[in-house]
């Protein structure tokens, strides 16, 4: 039983492989340039949720830069500004706080263990050997 990797050319949906071979469908060798990539689902989602959300916020913006102008009198300026000031701080804030509370809480939940060094432990017949007792050693 022979097993060798397909070959897919995803522009022209062919795929090179022998009648007599078997071929590990699971396994492909992708041609360089094909725009194949991994992508996590969830975190596309959340962006796009997050987006959507944010134009909420891009529109508070936008009322109160309308509210600061027709109260205080400032220039126009300040309604493009405050709509993109709102719109970024309900998109970026957040994705801040979900990275933030998703590393908190991988560091106490799945922790690394590179923050600690684990004690060194000697076998009773380590130190002996090193004092030249090989005979007690042996019998450890």
Not at 6 to 11: L, M, N
Not at 115 to 135: C, I, M, N, Q, W
Request: hydrophobic share 45%; charged share 15%; proline share 4%.
């Amino acid at each position: 039983m022979v097993r060798r990797e397909r070959a897919v050319s995803v522009e022209r949906g062919e795929a090179e492989a022998s009648s007599s071979e078997q071929v590990n469908p699971v396994r492909r060798a992708y041609v360089a340039g094909s725009g194949a990539k991994d992508a996590d689902a969830f975190q596309t989602v959340l962006r796009l949720l997050v987006l959507l959300w944010s134009t909420l916020g891009a529109f508070l913006g936008f009322l109160m830069g309308v509210w600061t102008v027709a109260m205080q009198g400032t220039g126009y300026w300040v309604v493009p500004v405050t709509t993109v000031m709102g719109w970024a701080m309900s998109y970026f804030g957040p994705l801040f706080v979900a990275h933030v509370a998703g590393s908190l809480a991988s560091t106490v939940h799945a922790p690394s263990g590179a923050s600690t060094p684990r004690r060194k432990e000697h076998s009773l017949a380590e130190p002996l050997v090193v004092r030249g007792l090989y005979e007690e050693a042996t019998a450890a």
